[in-house]
């Protein structure tokens, strides 16, 4: 199991609805092929942070699962207001 910090801007509110939005919003678009294994939202003096725990046999697989599953999820965090801060997606 590889540990996946991704920073989250934007969005204006940090509430817990808030993060269990985000939560639910990154699992709708989760699949077998990503290998999401845990997911939480949390709070930061920066703004919000997703951390996932991507199963996978490499760091380099992880954060290719990670990578995908912010890309099909980028439209609907748009929609929240929130963009990826980082990993870059590139």
Known sequence: ???IVILLAGGGSES???M???EDLLWAHADPEVDLEHLR???TRNGL???A???GTSEA???LGART???RAGNALAAQGYTVAAPPLG
């Open 49 to 51: 942070e997703a951390v």
């Open 20 to 22: 269990a939005l985000l």
């Open 61 to 63: 697989r992880a954060q």
């Open 69 to 71: 599953l912010l890309e």
């Open 16 to 18: 817990p609805d808030r």
């Open 53 to 55: 725990l991507m199963g």
């Open 41 to 43: 939202v949390r709070r």
């Open 1 to 3: 199991m590889h540990m």
